[in-house]
């Protein structure tokens, strides 16, 4: 399937590279593209129809990169908040379109636009699940007062220590035990 945006996409990217602009969100570019004519053939329900817009950006993102790489030795970085059409020696190149890219594979997947409500329920329900995993790990590394890129042996040191202090059996306090314990293992599951 063809994708209806990538001309006002490229066109878009061009004009934002040329007025010396840094970068757009992807918001912001669905913003411009509002009253776009393939917006208007989508599915009837909210949530639905905002992943499918989603989907139609990100992929027309995704094939103009390779496109551009190809074509003009440009590189279009992307990432939700900050997309930039990039020339030769700002970006990373080719060795950027190499890599392997989960999301880039979704996107460029047209089997995955065809997502019905129950599938994009999903897709939210595991993004929430992880973004509330990395709440918790934020939260058990302030519990055990340990830095963002600790060691799992740092990890287990720094319980060992707090166990040791705060064990009921060697007249510490039970509730903050418990509490040292789930921080534990929180950090040792992610």
């Known amino acids: 399937m063809r994708n209806p945006l ?3 996409l490229l066109g878009l990217l ?3 590279r040329s ?6 969100s992807a918001h912001q570019l669905l913003v411009r ?3 776009h004519p393939a917006f208007l053939e989508l599915a009837p329900t ?3 129809q905002l992943f499918q817009k989603n989907f139609l950006l990100m992929n027309g993102l995704y094939q103009l990169q390779s496109r551009l790489w190809q074509e003009e030795q440009l590189f279009l970085s992307i990432s939700v908040l900050h ?3 990039l020339s030769p020696g700002q970006g990373s190149g080719q060795t950027r379109l190499d890599e392997a890219s989960a999301l880039r594979e979704y ?3 047209w089997e995955n636009f065809g997502q019905t409500e129950g599938g994009v329920e999903k897709l939210l329900d595991s993004f929430w699940t992880l973004f509330g995993g990395s709440e918790q790990r934020q939260t058990a590394l302030k519990l055990l007062g340990l830095d963002q890129d600790v060691t799992e042996q740092q990890i287990k040191k720094r319980y060992r220590v707090l166990a040791a202090r705060y064990h009921p059996d060697k007249g510490g306090d039970e509730i903050r035990f418990i509490e040292i314990r789930q ?3 929180t950090l040792i599951k992610s």
């Open 6 to 8: 990538l001309p006002s």
């Open 14 to 16: 061009h004009q934002q």
């Open 19 to 24: 007025d010396g602009a840094e970068g757009v």
């Open 33 to 35: 593209l509002a009253e």
């Open 46 to 48: 909210p949530q639905l």
């Open 83 to 85: 997309i930039e059409l």
């Open 107 to 109: 996107y460029l997947d």
């Open 183 to 185: 921080a534990y293992e």
